[in-house]
Nanobody
């Protein structure tokens, strides 16, 4: 059973940076992707970035390209999201997710496992 625990959220001013971490346990060779999603009040959950656990390729939503970077720790049990040049519109709850399926790695339906989320507030 996969468990995901996020950390690193907080309140920052626009232009500043944050690094989110997601510690995963229970991952196996059958897991395909890990990703970060976010959800602002009144809005749908959207895919921020994802990484292929087998081949390492990454994908980003257009509004995050050049500002956010997803990466895996050396043990491949921690995934990070470095967020630079933060904007007020980045304010949301950020969720880590893991998948054992194949598909679009930035779509909610691809993911089986979810963390509890970490709040990011940019003012």
């Amino acid at each position: 059973h996969v468990q995901l625990v996020e950390s690193g959220g907080g309140s920052v001013q626009a232009g500043y940076s944050l690094r989110l971490s997601c510690a995963a346990s229970g991952l196996t060779a059958s897991n395909t992707y890990m990703a970060w999603f976010r959800q602002a009040p009144g809005r749908e959950r959207e895919g921020v970035s994802c990484i292929d656990l087998r081949y390492g390729y990454t994908s980003y939503a257009d509004s995050m390209k050049g500002r956010f970077t997803i990466s895996l720790g050396n043990s491949k049990t921690t995934v990070y999201l470095q967020m630079n040049s933060l904007k007020p519109e980045d304010t949301a709850m950020y969720y880590c997710a893991a998948s054992s399926k194949y598909g679009n790695c930035r779509e909610v339906r691809t993911y089986d496992y979810w963390g509890q989320g970490t709040q990011v507030t940019v003012s």
